[in-house]
């Protein structure tokens, strides 16, 4: 798609607004106009009392070219009063009016384009709304469905009592397991299932723990009180009994030196087809206080087309296997929207999974990755009907089953432009999920494609200062660095670790 910009806007935001109504579009450099191609012209011309916006698109329909226009005004004392959200306001307003001019989709969050919706909602009661206040503010500006804008503002809300001045202080440990059993059709996640790459697994686990211990050094020379530590993947539990005991063992000997004792210990058990009674007894035991257990669906043929290896059956037995071990707080993660569900069939599968009380329900909208299998076969519907009524489904029976709202993102390429959302019986929230997503504190990153992210205490207006530090992205690599001697990589992180905590200068702002 070729974009045509005048005025004072970032290029990728008007990007984003585009993939809202051209899901996937691409935006190469140097693309020359044709039948083809869709086009997208916007111009900001700055009045005095706002900003006023012009937007045209033109696409390829059949034999022809269809073409759509839009136009808004924006005072300059909406969007808090900051003058490059009303610019944005007023382009995404134009853009949308547009957009549904020509595709006839009614996107439920407007023109927010945002992973965290509610960043906004938090920032609007910094500023002394009332969350209805917020709510409607949030629903006005941004053109978003009342509901949406409520659910963005419910789960800042939820988010504020969970953030406190002592959990930016702290930190947290992330542990990548990058291998599964099976891969599932619509995932592009870094994660190996080969019989051959399986076979690393041994030499992973003796890379991996030495990385662990480096890390775990580095966060007691700085001083770092450990608030969650979170084991992911992948699929974690792909690995023998007596591998995850070992692995549990070295980060428990890990937390005992720094003198921790996280708040949250969660094991992404994942898949119901690697649950055993000895594996969550090994968990139990370290002091695992927080498992997800996820069959996506409890559908049949819906598991069958995204390649899942379990059955219902197999959910509902490795559930229980994880409730008798005595870990504190199950998640049950289930995708609405999937190919070959329907709105009937996924409330028969949130119906069923609540009806366990597990503490934790995360309902993720279906969005296909670009090397995906479902993208490559063209099955990708934008404007799905039945992710919409699954989830807004599922908000109804949530909330009628005690269950609130506390952690929520957006993906690009999700079907029907919908969310995730981390439901939770009060009290017993993820709150690593919150931590990461919200930048609240540092996080530390060992394993293969494992992302160390130091982040600074707040600035009065909320900035931050973030750096980012990689791990090598695949387990061949990670594993070529190890033999070749790793000590360089962990000196490199203390390092930048020292220097980012000993920078007393103002943070920079980020917009997240």
Same mark, same amino acid.
């Given at each position: 798609m070729i974009l045509h910009i005048d005025g004072l806007l970032k290029p990728y935001y008007v990007q984003t607004l585009c993939m809202i109504f051209f899901p996937g579009v691409k935006f190469p450099e140097g693309e020359e106009s044709g039948p083809e191609v869709p086009e997208g012209w916007v111009s900001?011309?700055?009045?005095?009392?706002?900003?006023?916006?012009?937007?045209?698109?033109?696409?390829?329909?059949?034999?022809?070219?269809?073409?759509?226009?839009?136009?808004?005004?924006?005072?300059?004392?909406?969007?808090?009063?900051?003058?490059?959200?009303?610019?944005?306001?007023?382009?995404?307003?134009?853009?949308?009016?547009?957009?549904?001019?020509?595709?006839?989709?009614?996107?439920?969050?407007?023109?927010?384009?945002?992973?965290?919706?509610?960043?906004?909602?938090?920032?609007?009661?910094?500023?002394?709304?009332?969350?209805?206040?917020?709510?409607?503010?949030?629903?006005?500006?941004?053109?978003?469905?009342?509901?949406?804008?409520? #659910?963005?503002?419910?789960?800042?809300?939820?988010?504020?009592?969970?953030?406190?001045?002592?959990?930016?202080?702290?930190?947290?440990? =992330?542990?990548?397991?990058?291998?599964?059993?099976?891969?599932?059709?619509?995932?592009?996640?870094?994660?190996?299932?080969?019989?051959? #790459?399986?076979?690393?697994?041994?030499? =992973? #686990?003796?890379?991996?723990?030495?990385?662990?211990?480096?890390?775990?050094?580095?966060?007691?020379?700085?001083?770092?009180?450990?608030?969650?530590? =979170?084991?992911?993947?992948?699929?974690?539990?792909?690995?023998t009994a007596d591998q995850l005991s070992g692995l549990l063992a070295r980060i428990g000997k890990n937390l005992e030196a720094a003198g921790a004792h996280p708040l949250e210990y969660?094991?992404?058990?994942?898949?119901?087809?690697?649950?055993?009674?000895?594996?969550?007894?090994?968990?139990?035991?370290?002091?695992?206080t927080r498992v997800s257990v996820n069959p996506q669906s409890l559908n049949p043929e819906v598991l069958s087309a995204i390649g899942r290896a379990h059955t219902p059956g197999m959910f509902f037995d490795a559930y229980r296997v994880a409730r008798d071990s005595g870990v504190r707080d199950i998640n049950v993660d289930l995708i609405a929207g999937l190919p070959a569900?329907?709105?009937?069939?996924?409330? =028969?599968?949130?119906?069923?999974?609540?009806?366990?009380?597990?503490?934790?329900?995360?309902?993720?909208?279906?969005?296909v990755k670009k090397s995906s299998e479902f993208r490559a076969e063209g099955r990708f519907d934008p404007s799905s009907v039945t992710a919409a009524q699954s989830v807004d489904y599922a908000e109804e029976a949530l909330r009628k089953a005690g269950y609130i709202p506390y952690y929520m993102y957006r993906q690009k390429n999700t079907v029907g432009n919908l969310e995730n959302v981390g439901w939770s019986k009060p009290g017993h929230e993820g709150l690593y999920n919150v931590y990461m997503m919200e930048e609240i504190h540092s996080i530390f990153g060992a394993g293969a494609h494992a992302v160390t992210k130091l982040v600074s205490e707040p600035a009065p207006d909320g900035s931050v200062r973030i750096e980012r530090l990689f791990q090598p992205k695949y387990p061949y690599e990670y594993l070529r660095e190890y033999r070749e001697g790793a000590g360089e990589r962990l000196e490199a992180l203390r390092t930048s670790a020292r220097a980012f905590f000993s920078h007393t200068s103002e943070p920079e702002k980020r917009d997240h």
């Open positions: 900001l011309t700055e009045e005095d009392e706002g900003v006023r916006a012009e937007v045209k698109l033109t696409a390829p329909d059949g034999e022809g070219t269809r073409a759509s226009e839009g136009s808004a005004f924006v005072k300059w004392s909406a969007g808090n009063g900051e003058p490059d959200r009303v610019r944005k306001l007023a382009a995404g307003e134009a853009f949308l009016e547009a957009g549904r001019a020509m595709t006839g989709i009614r996107p439920p969050w407007g023109i927010m384009t945002g992973v965290r919706p509610a960043k906004v909602a938090t920032e609007l009661f910094r500023a002394g709304y009332t969350i209805d206040e917020a709510a409607e503010a949030i629903a006005r500006d941004y053109l978003t469905e009342p509901g949406k804008a409520r #659910l963005a503002a419910d789960v800042s809300m939820a988010e504020s009592r969970l953030i406190t001045p002592e959990s930016r202080r702290q930190c947290s440990v =992330y542990i990548g397991i990058p291998f599964c059993p099976t891969r599932c059709a619509y995932c592009s996640f870094v994660s190996y299932t080969s019989p051959g #790459l399986l076979k690393l697994i041994p030499e =992973y #686990l003796e890379a991996l723990g030495n990385d662990v211990d480096g890390i775990f050094s580095v966060i007691r020379e700085l001083g770092l009180e450990v608030a969650s530590v =979170y084991i992911g993947g992948g699929t974690p539990t792909v690995l969660t094991l992404e058990a994942g898949r119901p087809d690697t649950i055993t009674p000895e594996k969550m007894a090994a968990a139990a035991e370290a002091g695992v569900d329907t709105p009937e069939s996924f409330r =028969y599968t949130l119906d069923g999974v609540a009806a366990l009380d597990p503490e934790n329900i995360t309902v993720h909208t279906f969005s």
